[in-house]
């Protein structure tokens, strides 16, 4: 599960769609959680997921949406968005239950990047 490095802030926003991903129905669960801090560890990146949380928080004020859309629109390469959208479906099956907002999530991503 490896992502290849060539925009280091695309790779970033990759792992921060995830959280978005984990949390759109309002809880982190576990296996989401070791979903995404094995990624990150494969791919070693120095990247907190509660302090991406609170960075999240902080600059978007709890807009789900516009936070959304702002990783998604920084997503811009093809393989890049692909291999997001590969590891967001593993991410959304990872606790067993794949909620609707999460479909939507899944979605609204197809959408931005005509996948």
């Given at each position: 599960?490896?992502?290849?490095?060539?925009?280091?802030?695309?790779?970033?926003?990759?792992?921060?769609?995830?959280?978005?991903?984990?949390?759109?129905?309002?809880?982190?669960?576990?296996?989401?959680?070791?979903?995404?801090?094995?990624?990150?560890?494969?791919?070693?990146?120095?990247?907190?997921?509660?302090?991406?949380?609170?960075?999240?928080s902080s600059k978007?004020?709890?807009?789900?949406?516009?936070?959304?859309?702002?990783?998604?629109?920084?997503?811009?390469?093809?393989?890049?968005?692909?291999?997001?959208?590969?590891?967001?479906?593993?991410?959304?099956?990872?606790?067993?239950?794949?909620?609707?907002?999460?479909?939507k999530f899944?979605?609204?991503?197809?959408?931005?990047?005509?996948?």
């Amino acid at each position: 599960m490896r992502i290849e490095k060539r925009t280091m802030s695309q790779e970033n926003n990759i792992i921060n769609l995830l959280i978005l991903l984990s949390i759109s129905d309002n809880e982190l669960h576990q296996k989401e959680r070791v979903f995404i801090e094995d990624l990150i560890k494969e791919n070693n990146f120095t990247i907190d997921i509660d302090q991406e949380l609170e960075k999240m928080s902080s600059k978007f004020r709890d807009d789900f949406d516009t936070s959304c859309l702002y990783y998604l629109e920084s997503i811009t390469e093809e393989h890049l968005q692909k291999t997001a959208m590969n590891f967001m479906r593993k991410l959304a099956a990872a606790d067993l239950i794949v909620r609707d907002r999460e479909i939507k999530f899944l979605e609204l991503t197809k959408k931005a990047w005509s996948i």
